[in-house]
């Protein structure tokens, strides 16, 4: 699969460039979220998990937002919540329509706090690109 991301995506440590290879092992997808909000998914998965990080984008405003995924399910388990320090995002145009190519670039820092208050930093920089699709 031709990977469609140079963004390097780290947690618990500040990205210094270079250091991590695997760091920047990220595909980028775009697709329509309640057909009004474009959601960016930039991160790698196996079909039993993933990691990486979704920015939500709408009426020119985004939100970024990591994700940790498993096939292990654990009831009742609670959310853990995520605290922006920094977010900066660039795109090619204002608005996508389906089929239009998207480039781009992410620069953020959040800081994740679990139900045990355990805080992990999350890191993510650099260049994406896709084609927005329906999900």
Known sequence: MKRTSDVEYLTGKKINPGEYSNSKYNNC??????????SINIGIGNGFGGQGFIINYKDNKFYTE???STDVIYPGEVEPSYKIVY???LLDKASYSLGDSLYGYIDFKSIETDKENNKTEHFGKGYFRTKVTKL
């Not at 997808?29 to 474009?38: G, K, P």
């Open 29 to 38: 997808r775009a697709y329509y979220f309640h057909s009004d909000t474009l």
């Open 87 to 89: 977010q900066k995002l």
């Open 66 to 68: 990591p994700y940790f």
